[in-house]
Each structure stands twice: as C-alpha cells, then as structure tokens.
C-alpha cells in the first residue's frame, strides 16, 4: 500500500482525538454529561482516553504507514457507529448523536475516503 495521499486529514483527525482524550481524561461536565445520558458506566470511562490516544497516534503513524492509518480509521468508524448506537438506544436524539457523534463519523469516513480509497 502507498502512504497516504493527502496526508492532512489524518492530522486534522489525530488532532481532534488528542483533544478528544484531554477532555476524556477527567471528563469535563460535557463529556460526563455525554457519558451519562447514553448510560455509559462510570467505572468504564477510564477506557474512552487510552482508545483515543490509541487513535491519534495510528493516524498519524498512518501518514506514514498505511496499514496501521488505514486500520485507525476502520477503528474510529467502528467505535462511532457504537456511539450513535448507544445515542439511539438510549433515545438520546440531542446534540451529541447528530453534532458530534455522527459529525466524527463522517469526518471519519472522509478522512478514510480522502486518505485510502480515492
């Protein structure tokens, strides 16, 4: 596989998961708010920031070497098509699941697109 062409959308995405992270790590009220309204259990948050630093740095290793950009992306759209499910199950039909949840996803799958397909 070829590196990645462009390679701007996977930074532009790493990014957005390294501030994800932070902001996961002791979560601010939004972010706990989130948690809480899909019913994500308390003692599983921890989870969220190592899963998106895992992230940030598999895309930006991407620009490089493909596979593992490639394999990022396939994860972060796996994890937020888990996220507008839990949205949905929870009736949760707010900002979260149209703003940010299925924002990331397209973002996501542009990026993937942009990156890896294209």
Same mark, same amino acid.
């Given at each position: 596989?070829? &590196? =990645? ?10 990014? /957005?998961?390294?501030?994800? =992270?932070?902001?996961?790590? $002791? &979560?601010?009220?939004? =972010?706990? +708010? ?6 994500? &259990?308390? +003692? ?5 920031? &190592?899963? $998106?630093?895992? #992230? ?8 490089w070497v493909p596979e593992i950009g490639?394999? =990022? ?7 937020? /098509? ?5 949205? /949905? ?21 542009? #990026? ?7």
């Open positions: 596989m070829d &590196p =990645a062409d462009p390679t701007w959308p996977l930074f532009v995405l790493a990014a /957005i998961q390294f501030g994800d =992270a932070v902001v996961s790590y $002791k &979560p601010m009220t939004f =972010a706990a +708010e989130c948690f809480d309204d899909v019913n994500f &259990p308390r +003692e599983y948050w921890w989870v969220v920031t &190592p899963i $998106k630093l895992a #992230a940030g740095v598999g895309l930006v290793v991407g620009a490639l394999a =990022a992306c396939l994860g972060l759209l796996l994890y937020f /098509i888990l996220a507008i499910g839990a949205h /949905i199950r929870a009736r949760d039909f707010g900002r979260n699941l149209f703003v940010n949840a299925t924002g990331m996803l397209l973002l996501t799958a542009g #990026a993937t697109y942009l990156c890896f397909v294209s």
